[in-house]
T-cell receptor
Framework: GAVVSQHPSWVICKSGTSVKIECRSL??????MFWYRQFPKQSLMLMAT?????????EQGVEKDKFLINHASLTLSTLTVTSAHPEDSSFYIC????????????FGEGSRLTVL | KQEVTQIPAALSVPEGENLVLNCSFT??????LQWFRQDPGKGLTSLLL?????REQTSGRLNASLDKSSGRSTLYIAASQPGDSATYLC????????FGAGTTVTVRA
């Protein structure tokens, strides 16, 4: 299957700093990418949908200014957690939808963010 | 709004036993349904994708069925192995995935 790479896999930062997480589709062009957040022992919560070359669509309750999403190319989307606080600590996962008619989604390995 | 439910939440079986994982969804107007596996602290690995026009998909020891009219999908794992221990998530898609909470499977050696 297609490969989606996420980086970094884990990051620790101080409260008030910003952290950028990258999501890359390695062997296919992704017209749409999704960003999820997962709390311990819970399922994935969709945060936003990003389409290449346009603004991201955020889910209700997700702060646009807190979680900046950029999808500048067909192979890269970034999530920037701005002015991070301990409550932003979580597991963030991206997924990418290729161009096949099945619409199958491929997921990255996830990024563990810990804000001190 | 699509609601996806997975039963049971957890399952522990001895090695060799067959696994049956259930997924139900409230809105039958789906594009496809995917089953994923998630190991602790890791991302999701796609196991099977069933398009709305299909009734089942098979891959090795895995078989997934889909009944859109009743809003159900079942994932069967034959002859379970300790390596099958993980959390299994189902997700339905029109346009963006709606996930169930998952079934955590433990296969005892």
């Amino acid at each position: 299957g297609a490969v989606v790479s996420q980086h970094p896999s884990w990051v620790i930062c101080k409260s008030g700093t910003s952290v950028k997480i990258e999501c890359r589709s390695l062997d296919f062009q992704a017209t749409t990418m999704f960003w999820y957040r997962q709390f311990p022992k819970q399922s994935l919560m969709l945060m936003a949908t990003s389409n290449e070359g346009s603004k991201a669509t955020y889910e209700q309750g997700v702060e646009k200014d807190k979680f900046l999403i950029n999808h500048a190319s067909l192979t890269l989307s970034t999530l920037t957690v701005t002015s991070a606080h301990p409550e932003d600590s979580s597991f963030y996962i991206c997924s990418a939808r290729g161009l096949s008619e099945t619409g199958e989604l491929f997921f990255g390995e996830g990024s563990r963010l810990t804000v001190l | 709004k699509q609601e996806v439910t997975q039963i049971p939440a957890a399952l522990s079986v001895p090695e060799g036993e067959n696994l049956v994982l259930n997924c139900s969804f409230t809105d039958s107007a789906i594009y496809n349904l995917q089953w994923f596996r998630q190991d602790p602290g890791k991302g999701l690995t796609s196991l099977l994708l069933i398009q709305s026009s299909q009734r089942e998909q098979t891959s090795g020891r895995l078989n997934a069925s889909l009944d859109k009219s009743s809003g159900r999908s079942t994932l069967y794992i034959a002859a379970s192995q300790p390596g099958d221990s993980a959390t299994y998530l189902c997700a339905v898609d029109p346009h963006k995935l709606s996930f169930g909470a998952g079934t955590t499977v433990t296969v005892r050696a």
